[in-house]
């Protein structure tokens, strides 16, 4: 069976950072194509940002202010949120292909 639980969400000042993370077990981090996608309320599920074996790529709107990575030894994956922005403000979700999503963390930005 394979679940993901994320965490690590919370509520900070535009400016501040916060690191998520997206513990999988049932599949081997390492192996899988993971993503995080977001969504704001009133908005559609919109994607943030991708892990593959050997790269990774980001929305435009996060760009040089988000890092995703991973652990293999701890089956975990991390996004790094940096220069955090009111319009980031959105629930937080890890995804693995084969459309398993864990529960979802909150992120809100207050200006």
């Known amino acids: 069976q394979v679940q993901l639980v994320e965490s690590g969400g919370g509520l900070v000042q535009a400016g501040g950072s916060l690191r998520l993370s997206c513990v999988v077990s049932?599949?081997?981090?390492?192996?899988?194509?993971m993503y995080w996608y977001r969504q704001a309320p009133g908005k559609q599920r919109e994607f943030v940002a991708v892990i593959t074996s050997g790269s990774t790529n980001y929305a435009d709107s996060v760009k040089g202010r988000f890092t995703i990575s991973r652990d293999n030894a701890k089956n975990t994956m991390y996004l790094q949120m940096n220069s955090l922005k009111p319009e980031d403000t959105a629930v937080y979700y890890c995804h693995l292909p084969g459309d398993y999503w864990g529960q979802g963390t909150q992120v809100t930005v207050s200006s």
């Open positions: 049932g599949r081997i981090v390492g192996r899988n194509t």
